[in-house]
């Protein structure tokens, strides 16, 4: 078992948190993360960046292999997000993760068409 800090951080993740591993100067995760920012605020998503270049370990671990999305513990996504999935990914995660009283909610919100689960390339 890794003894690194990120991964206790994303082991303790909850499926509201995604986590973009990315690098200065990647055009790639540029376009990930503003592709991704209006689906983070329609479901009350938070997202934390982390710059692999300034931790050895996440360098190694990731090279050239940016940007990697996380949401909570489960890895989603490399390179290139396919939006309509992330939107369904992070309804099913959302969904699972409300109280009972708030499932009505979330079942209009599908009703509505909006499909959407990461796609890992």
């Not at 990120?6 to 376009?31: F, Q, W």
């Not at 920012?37 to 998503?45: K, N, Q, T, V």
Request: glycine share 8%; with cysteine; net charge negative.
């Amino acid at each position: 078992m890794s003894t690194h800090p990120e991964d206790a951080r994303l082991a303790a993740s909850g499926p509201r948190d995604v986590t973009l591993y990315t690098r200065p100067g990647c055009h790639l995760c540029d376009e990930a993360k503003s592709a991704i920012e209006p689906l983070l605020r329609e479901f009350g998503a938070t997202l934390r960046e982390v710059d692999i270049d300034a931790d050895p370990v996440l360098k190694e671990r990731y090279g050239w292999d940016v940007p990697v999305i996380f949401i909570g513990q489960r890895k989603a996504a490399k390179h290139r997000v396919d939006l309509e999935q992330f939107r369904r990914d992070r309804g099913r995660d959302c969904r699972d993760s409300v109280h009972p009283g708030q499932q009505e909610l979330q079942d209009n919100s599908e009703s509505n068409g909006r499909p959407g689960e990461i796609h890992v390339e």
